[in-house]
């Protein structure tokens, strides 16, 4: 059963516009989002994260939002660029049953940016 | 120069054969990590390693084993390679100190299993 769900699977936005990427958990003892970006022939690169005693965190055009009540973060671009066209990952963090924290990996969006 | 290396970058096998995929980082960090991506799956941790005295499995370790061989190096084995084990392979790393520590990638390892 999947913990962490991004639903869209893809996203197209006009260069200049707001890119919105959604995603959604479902084990209430992540404490740590993270948002990777990754392009084709590479590894994925981190972006941006966000604490659980945090509701926004913000890092030049990026900005993730963390709704706890409703188990929902969002990575919002402004503006988007055709450069950011890549897929993007959102993973969580939880402390593991051996005691060490571990990431769980939603299955990416892949966000296309047209000039 | 990449921090986190992986060799080879693509492997083409047949089933049954052993293989060795291997990662070696210069980030200076003791936490290094296997994953594997699947069409459609995301990311998936095979293994993990918070020193060179200490592994882990990870969500689907059956059919892998790793060693960790030094700080520096981590790798992974298929002692009997099945072709559902077709995927693309990653090594990661992060620095201790705490849960945030954010992971960082090799560029992967295409493997495909005939």
């Known amino acids: 059963d999947q913990q962490v769900k991004q639903n869209s699977p893809s996203l197209s936005v006009q260069e200049g516009r707001i890119s919105i990427l959604n995603c959604d958990y479902t084990?209430?003892?992540?404490?740590?989002f993270l948002w990777y970006k990754k392009y084709p022939a590479e590894g994925p690169t981190f972006l941006i994260s966000i604490s659980s005693i945090k509701d926004k965190n913000e890092d030049g055009r990026f900005t993730v939002f963390l709704n706890k009540s409703a188990k929902h973060l969002s990575l919002h671009i402004v503006p988007s660029q055709p450069g950011d066209s890549a897929v993007y990952f959102c993973a969580a963090s939880a402390l593991s049953g051996a005691g060490s924290y571990q990431l769980t990996f939603g299955k990416g969006t892949k966000l296309s940016v047209i000039p | 120069d990449a921090d986190v290396t992986q060799t080879p970058r693509n492997r083409i096998t047949k089933t049954g054969k052993r293989i060795m995929l291997e990662c070696s980082q210069t980030?200076?960090?003791?936490?290094m990590y296997w994953y594997r991506q699947d069409p459609g799956l995301g990311l998936r941790l095979i293994y993990y390693?918070?020193?060179?005295?200490?592994?882990n499995k990870g969500e689907i370790s059956d059919g892998y084993s790793v060693s960790r061989q030094a700080q520096a190096k981590f790798s992974l084995s298929l002692e009997s390679a099945i072709p559902n084990q077709t995927a693309l392979y990653f090594c990661?790393?992060?620095?201790?100190?705490?849960?945030?520590?954010?992971?960082?990638f090799g560029d992967g390892t295409r493997l495909s299993i005939l």
């Open positions: 390693s918070f020193d060179v005295k200490d592994i």
């Open positions: 980030k200076g960090h003791d936490r």
């Open positions: 084990n209430s003892m992540f404490d740590y």
């Open positions: 990661a790393t992060s620095d201790s100190g705490g849960p945030y520590q954010p992971q960082h």
